[in-house]
């Protein structure tokens, strides 16, 4: 640890050196205002000690200018001054000292004061050093976030946009979204549908994003049957996930005709509004991806249907936990009346933009927990 000494005595300049070397403190010392600001400067000193009067200008004045030169350094400035009026060490302390002993001083007290001093200031560069590392960490992490984002976003590139027949919504809990939502046309013209749902949410939950992405486009290239896609993504998220992750989902192939075949595993119910009004439910009756072996996966499917003007909207856990300001959640029922309402709506992206606008009404000011994902699918053919 280093001090500067500015002190126009000689006398004092020793005894602060002999004092301060005890402690293996290294000292320079200065005996006036231009060479304290040079030494300041070259020396960056951790502690400095001066008088109220020195050569060449006021302690007062150069505690406030060395205030300015440390900038975002903590350095304790301790004045060891003759001058011990109740104003004088008003004035140094508004200046910016930090320390005031008066002249001829202890050379115990001195000690204690220095040893005090010391301690702060070794506390102030370990934190520091902690923040420094921490911003560095940070921005690798904002870094890798952006990498994986930009990685993301171009494998959903082929998923389809938003149409008279699909509305996606995808709201991120925190800055990756833990939901999956993949929807492609097929070149016998069924539509091939994924929506998942990997364990919490942020950027550990999309660790499957990306393989779970890879097989199912492969899948859509070589019309691969919905329970053999099944299958093949439970054995690629059983061999690449911990224990204590797996992914719930559905897994849907719709017919141009409006005939569904579907594999469900540990969502809640999908529901379907009938053109009529009428909200009927698709179940999801197997264990989530990425929990069974090869050999225990259960892949046998479940069928329904979707007649014109009829939609299909699927949702992840967190619409239904999302919860208000006075911590109650949405639950089943709630979000059953909200569908029934806003896809009365012809146009199904307006529905899904009502859908939208009530989750956050009722949601308000609280926090969103999950991620929420919001699938529809909006059979228009004509009969």
Known sequence: MKLLCVDSELVYREIISLCAEKENVSVI????????????????????????????????????KLKSLSAQRFVPMIFLASHTTESVMDKCFKAGADDFLPKPFNEVLFNIRLKTH???????????????????????????????????????????KNSAN???????????????????????????????????????????????????????DDLIAVNELAAQINRVL????????????????LSN???????????????IRRACGQVDF??????????????????????????????????SDGVLELKNSHHKMLGGEETRKLIAHAYAEKNLTVAQQITEKSLAEYRGESEQLDDITLVALRNTSLP
């Open 29 to 64: 010392s200065v005996a006036s205002y231009e060479e304290a600001i040079l030494a300041f400067v070259e020396y960056a000193p951790d502690i400095v000690t001066l008088d109220v009067l020195i050569k060449g200008g006021s302690g007062i004045d150069l505690v406030k």
């Open 118 to 160: 010391m301690s702060h200031v070794a506390l102030m560069q370990e934190m520091y050093r902690k923040n420094k590392a921490l911003t560095y960490y940070q921005a690798m992490i904002e870094r890798e976030h952006e990498m994986a984002h930009h990685v993301l976003d171009h494998i959903q590139t082929r998923c389809e």
């Open 166 to 220: 699909v509305a996606i919504t995808r709201l991120s809990a925190a800055s990756f979204n833990g939901d999956l939502a993949l929807v492609k046309t097929r070149s016998d013209g069924a539509r091939l549908v994924f929506v998942g749902d990997f364990t919490g949410h942020g950027l550990p939950a999309s660790i499957g994003a990306l393989p779970v992405t890879q097989v199912f486009f492969d899948a859509v």
């Open 257 to 271: 005709h409006g005939d569904m075949t579907y594999w469900g595993g540990g969502m809640p119910n999908a529901y």
């Open 238 to 253: 059983f061999s690449i996930l911990p224990d204590y992750m797996f992914c719930a989902g559905y897994l849907l192939l």
């Open 282 to 315: 698709l179940r999801s009756t197997h264990m989530p991806l990425g929990v069974l072996s090869a050999a225990e996966f259960e892949s046998d499917l479940q069928t329904d249907s979707l007649n014109t003007g009829d939609t299909l909207i699927i949702i």
